[in-house]
């Protein structure tokens, strides 16, 4: 079972930073997860809410601010009181980094409540130019998302996201439309969901796996992946087995 760093080590460090990247490559972490958005001015920038006043020192939308000022935003000023300046990343940034490790990336497309033209080209673009084709998964709640990727970048593996409402016959509807991955939420999922995706050779990804009656669970029923703030207690558990 991979252990991914949702939104890097995110439980112990500021998320969507390279600080918190870095942490999870230091927690021996499979992977990372993170989340891109487009500034106002089209670049491609690693951030999780469509707005800003949640983990920074900010207010309004992404996409309001030119890169020149996210760049001035602080990433980590809700965490340990703002004591420490962390930039919003940009996915350029990022891939340059992850290029030198073996980290996967899941890549979440975050086109759901606002619909970012022609931020999923942008996105391949960077990974073709950094080539890490071979170590990146994308995912998206807007699936429409998911088709425009498959469209430009047939042979890359997504990862079908959905809210924690579920999906009944996921493994099916992944495979029917060409998708590698179902990424549901544990809090409805079981055993039997996992065994249907199997049947499909559908691989699933749990979002998000904190506690150790989750961890447990998720690696019983043969889950193929995690997302957690907390890699480093999953690879301490998932290594001890």
């Given amino acids: ?20 990247f870095h942490q999870a490559l230091e927690a021996k972490s499979d992977g990372i997860e993170l989340d891109v958005q487009l500034s106002k001015d089209g670049h491609v920038v690693i951030i999780h809410d469509e707005g800003l006043e949640r983990t920074t020192d900010a207010t309004g939308r992404v996409y309001d601010y030119t890169l020149q000022e996210l760049q001035r935003v602080n990433a980590a000023a809700k965490w340990q009181g703002g004591n420490h300046f962390h ?66 970048a047939p042979d890359l593996p997504c990862g079908v996201l959905v809210p924690e409402s579920g999906l009944v016959n996921a493994g099916y509807a992944a495979k029917h439309f060409g998708f590698e991955y179902f990424h549901p939420a544990y809090a409805n999922l079981d055993g039997a ?15 998000t796996v904190n506690t150790m009656e989750a961890l447990e669970k998720c690696h019983a029923w043969g889950c193929d ?17």
């Fill in 1 to 20: 079972m991979k252990i991914y760093a949702h939104r890097g080590a995110s439980g112990f460090y500021p998320e969507n930073t390279m600080l918190a």
């Fill in 87 to 152: 930039p919003i990343p940009t996915f350029d940034e990022y891939c340059s980094w992850v290029r030198t490790t073996d980290l996967i990336t899941n890549i979440e497309i975050k086109s759901s409540v606002i619909y970012y033209p022609g931020l999923e080209k942008k996105t391949l673009d960077l990974i073709k130019a950094h080539k890490i084709e071979d170590r990146v998964i994308i995912s998206s709640f807007n699936h429409l998302s998911l088709i425009e990727t498959k469209r430009l």
């Fill in 193 to 207: 969901s996992v065994a249907e995706c199997h049947r499909h050779s559908i691989a699933v990804n749990v979002w």
């Fill in 225 to 241: 992946g995690i997302f957690t703030n907390y890699p480093k207690v999953a690879r301490a558990y998932v290594d001890c087995l």
